[in-house]
């Protein structure tokens, strides 16, 4: 069983910059996976944020954050991170990290098989 832990989430100012980490472990995340990230601020629905799947390494985004974050991964193939760049108020939730084996449609949150724990990222104006 794949388990999913993030870190490097924080406080930081607005147009400050984080990086969040999530690092698989318990299992072997294949080459045709998918990792993701998504979001959820108070009183929110979890949104979509950034995906890299297969092994081309193919990346999606959400409109909110393009040009801003960037979704990554490692060779190994177990750990993705995010680099969050210009940062905003309204980028302020808890960032969860998910995963499926297989490459999902990557908006769809019912898709992913596994989820982390969640990383609280403040941002202040």
């Known amino acids: 069983q794949v388990q999913l832990v993030e870190s490097g989430g924080g406080l930081v100012q607005a147009g400050g910059s984080l990086r969040l980490s999530c690092a698989a472990s318990?299992?072997?995340?294949?080459?045709?996976?998918?990792m993701a990230w998504f979001r959820q601020a108070p009183g929110k629905e979890r949104e979509f944020v950034a995906a890299?799947?297969?092994?081309?390494?193919?990346?999606d985004y959400a409109d909110s954050v393009k040009g801003r974050f960037t979704i990554s991964r490692d060779n190994a193939w177990d750990t993705t991170h995010l680099q969050m760049n210009s940062l905003e108020p309204e980028d302020t939730a808890i960032y969860y990290c998910?995963?499926?084996?297989?490459?999902?449609?990557?908006?769809?949150?019912?898709?992913?098989?596994?989820w982390g724990q969640g990383t609280q990222v403040t941002v202040s104006s």
């Open positions: 998910a995963a499926d084996q297989l490459m999902v449609p990557v908006h769809t949150k019912s898709a992913y098989d596994y």
């Open positions: 318990g299992g072997t995340l294949s080459h045709s996976s998918t």
């Open positions: 890299v799947r297969g092994s081309a390494r193919n990346t």
